[in-house]
């Protein structure tokens, strides 16, 4: 049974989302804005018979979970933005050895230890792989509260579905937020689909390896190929994205998670001034709704990307609208919050093409 | 008396191996490391119980020769992958193999920490003094004197800074139930590091918390030495820095004379 309505901080919400998703081991290191996940989970995950460790670094952490995950387990890790740099290493080695796991990074401020406010300036680090080697991470990125809950079970079953790491792309400000949330039906991790890799001991079957080491070019290439076929079948199946009041728009914003939010306050000021505006808010950063971004985009109207950053997913746009629709962009990067009259501006500006606020990409 | 039990196999090829040929140089200590693990794991019964995690190094091959679960680690990281098994796993033996520069220069936190958690695991150590597989680089565990190809004139204690004994630093932990240091140099010593590791393997399944064997094992090729004169370093040189014998043992056992 879905759970009563609650009134949690986001934070929260992942830690009760990942136990109620059946995961029963987290592995974690402390770092500001999503300390509440780990201290939530550190009464929560034993009152279940789940395991919480909080390892002696991110590091640790994350191959921590790789083990867990090799033994079989629904595991996640959780940081912030430099503390999931740390972990890129492990991610990169999971995506090798095919491992499943989820690690949730509540963005701040970057580059190097930044600051500890909101930010979204993630988005290349979990997009286009941290870590070495041709792989890819699929990267949810829910926009705060219920889908924020949704979207960890979203993401356990993509991990576990396609045997690749998960990473779910929050921020500070998601983190702490209080929202009402009602979390779906408790999955008993019992009744999860039997796992064929895993190390448990060889009893009555040959020994397993579970590695990322192929030194035999050949052979690598293989598993690179094969690889890349998952990923394409995620690009495929996979791909997620919400729209605000787009039919009849002549602006459309793109935004994702906590700007997405801010951007929808701007649409409905713009409307209310007799504009058609709407939001296209992509839910998985990979794999990008490209095709979906790309047929909208049309009919004389115009693409305004609003970012958390200088200009991340500004380039998914463009490798999806192309030349189809000119293409306005504004960031505001550091932790700093823009309100939506800083955003109803931008898009003025851009319907206006005045670059007062923003600026028009040359593609 | 019937042709079956006229003939007893008392020596053979122990299951937890595989039967392949190994990569290792001639003389190297890795061999012989693998077939105690392994006749320990056979003697204890444990072989399709056990899941084990190599290094990065040499060793980093070792799921091609041991006949029971594996995973791979990053460089440093064993200890770390091998707390996430045993945590899933609690009734697994759970080891993990690794060497000098693996457990005592990368993945230094990792090691200090799952020991001091007592994690009940246990480390199978190689200490040969050198980065093998990379080609005879300066380890952590490199004694003053010796010669690495980032050490040339050998190392010294200012510029290069000195050996370290990390299992002394481990048995500090009260984490730590059962360390003792072995070499792998004659047939008394390997004898003496199959006891080790037993009684290892037997603390860990007793739950009394973190042990490890540390073994001085021979380097023939990035040494520059015979296999012979390797052994004869181990045994006149590198017990100086290294000496032998039980760092630590709280296990209460009676050790059978």
Redesign the interface.
């Known amino acids: 049974m879905p759970s009563e309505k609650m009134l949690m901080r986001g934070s929260n919400v992942v830690g009760e989302a990942a136990v109620r998703a059946g995961c029963r081991?987290y592995?974690g290191y402390p770092i500001t804005p999503q300390n509440e996940l780990p201290e939530y989970l550190s009464w929560r995950l034993p009152e279940v018979g789940g395991?919480f460790?909080q390892?002696?670094?991110e590091?640790?952490?994350i191959?921590?979970?790789?083990?867990?995950?090799?033994?079989?387990?629904r595991?996640m890790t959780s940081s912030s933005s430099p503390g999931i740099a740390l972990k890129q290493?492990?991610i990169s080695?999971m995506a090798g050895?095919e491992l499943p796991c989820v690690v949730a990074n509540m963005m701040r401020g970057g580059p190097g230890l930044g600051n500890i406010a909101p930010s979204a300036a993630d988005y290349f680090q979990a997009t286009r792989g941290g870590g070495n080697g041709d792989y890819r991470t699929p990267t949810l990125a829910p926009a705060g509260g219920q889908e924020l809950a949704e979207m960890v079970f979203v993401a356990f079953d993509l991990a576990d579905t396609y045997r690749t790491p998960v990473m779910l792309l929050g921020d500070g400000l998601m983190g702490q937020v209080m929202e009402p949330v009602v979390f779906p039906d408790p999955i008993d991790p019992a009744s999860l689909p039997q796992k064929d890799y895993i190390?448990?001991?060889?009893?009555?079957r040959d020994?397993?390896?579970?590695?990322?080491?192929i030194l035999d070019p050949p052979a690598l290439m293989e598993h690179n190929l094969k690889l890349q076929a998952k990923y394409d079948l995620i690009a495929e199946k996979e791909v997620r994205y919400d729209t605000v009041e787009l039919d009849d728009a002549e602006i459309i914003v793109v935004a994702y998670g906590t700007a997405a939010r801010i951007a929808e306050e701007a649409v409905h000021e713009l409307r209310a001034q007799g504009h058609a505006a709407g939001i296209f808010r992509p839910i998985t950063l990979w794999p990008y709704p490209k095709q979906q971004l790309r047929e909208l985009a049309r009919d004389g109207r115009k693409v305004a990307v609003f970012e958390l950053s200088l200009g991340q997913m500004v380039e998914d746009v463009i490798l999806s609208v192309g030349e189809r629709a000119p293409i306005y962009f504004y960031g505001v990067p550091g932790g700093v919050i823009p309100t939506p009259a800083d955003v109803t501006d931008f898009l003025h500006s851009a319907l206006a093409d005045d670059g007062k606020v923003g600026r028009r990409i040359e593609v | 008396m019937s042709a079956e039990v006229a003939y007893q196999k008392v020596f053979g090829y122990p299951e937890s191996l595989k039967p392949a040929q190994t990569h290792y140089c001639p003389g190297c200590g890795h061999s012989i490391a693998h077939r105690l693990v392994a006749e320990c794991l056979d003697e204890l019964g444990m072989?399709?119980?056990?899941?084990g995690?190599p290094p990065v190094g040499c060793a980093?091959?070792a799921?091609?020769y041991?006949?029971?679960?594996?995973?791979?680690?990053?460089h440093g990281?064993a200890l770390?992958?091998?707390?996430?098994?045993?945590?899933?796993?609690p009734d697994?033996l759970v080891l993990t193999y690794q060497g000098d520069g693996d457990l005592a220069a990368i993945g230094t936190?990792?090691t200090?920490?799952a020991a001091n958690?007592g994690e009940k695991i246990t480390t199978i150590f190689i200490n040969n003094a050198i980065y093998g597989m990379t080609g005879g680089q300066m380890a952590p565990t490199t004694t003053l004197g010796q010669v690495a190809t980032t050490a040339p004139g050998g190392r010294e204690p200012e510029r290069h800074g000195r050996p370290i004994d990390i299992s002394r630093m481990l048995a500090v932990s009260d984490g730590t139930v059962y360390i003792e240091r072995c070499s792998l140099t004659s047939v008394k010593n390997i004898r003496k590091a199959k006891k080790a590791i037993m009684k290892a393997f037997r603390a860990q399944l007793d739950g009394l918390g973190f042990t490890l064997v540390e073994l001085l094992s021979p380097c023939p090729t990035n040494w520059k030495m015979t296999p012979k004169a390797a052994w004869e370093w181990i045994d006149t040189e590198m017990v100086k820095t290294y000496p032998l014998g039980v760092i630590k043992d709280n296990t209460g056992y009676e050790d059978k004379k």
């Open positions: 081991y592995f395991t460790i390892a002696e670094s590091i640790a952490s191959n921590m979970v790789m083990g867990a995950a090799a033994a079989g387990a595991v290493e492990g080695y050895q190390l448990d001991g060889c009893e009555g020994p397993r390896a579970i590695y990322s080491l | 072989r399709e119980k056990t899941i995690v980093v091959l799921y091609n041991f006949n029971f679960d594996m995973v791979e680690a990053p990281r770390a992958v091998a707390t996430g098994i045993k945590r899933v796993h697994k936190a990792e200090i920490h958690r």
